[in-house]
């Protein structure tokens, strides 16, 4: 699977001056923003020429890593743009040589299960990951844990 971006649409890290707008763009669709100032070198942006349209975050840890806070605008989905975020940061967490990558999804199982996220107990879930979920206050009830493994076991 691989997506196109949107004409005028690129992709950068995000900086400081960025946790206001992220903040903002996430809890305007309802999802978790806790953290974000102090994780925000943890983001990638995608911008349009207007500004911000898409967040993503991928914390690693070891050889575990997290992805968090994955939000397209409304006015930006079924673009590809949100495909196009997440296969960012699995190509960053390959490069970085995690074993396994790690999402708690509240309403996007499926999306995720596209690039060949499978569900599993969150029992599985490493501690270091729970931790870190712990540390940033990034609670998620309900939510569906799923793993996705890059190396060989
Ligand atoms: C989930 C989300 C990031 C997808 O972004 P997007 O830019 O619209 O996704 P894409 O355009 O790359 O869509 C790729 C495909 O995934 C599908 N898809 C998108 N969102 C989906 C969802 N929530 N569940 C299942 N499939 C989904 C699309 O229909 C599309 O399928 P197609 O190629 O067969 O037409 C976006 O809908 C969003 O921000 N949702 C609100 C926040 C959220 O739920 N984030 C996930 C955190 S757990």
């Known amino acids: 699977m691989s997506a196109d971006l949107p004409a005028g649409v690129a992709f950068r890290l995000a900086t400081a001056a960025d946790a206001v707008r992220v903040a903002e ?74 074993d396994s990558v790690y999402v708690l999804s509240s309403a996007a199982d499926r999306f995720f299960a596209r690039f060949g996220f499978v569900r599993i107990a969150w029992s599985e879930i490493p501690f270091t990951i729970t931790r870190a979920l712990s540390q940033r206050g990034a609670a998620v009830p309900g939510a569906t844990a799923m793993q996705l493994l890059l190396a060989d076991p």
């Open 25 to 98: 763009l996430l809890g305007a669709q309802g999802a978790q923003a806790v953290g974000v100032g102090p994780g925000i070198s943890a983001f990638v942006i995608a911008d349009s020429p207007a500004g911000p349209i898409a967040t993503i975050a991928l914390e690693i840890l070891g050889g575990d890593a997290l992805i968090r806070s994955v939000c397209v605008h409304p006015s930006w989905r079924a673009q590809g743009v949100g495909t196009a975020l997440v296969e960012h940061v699995l190509t960053e967490a390959a490069m970085e040589a995690v």
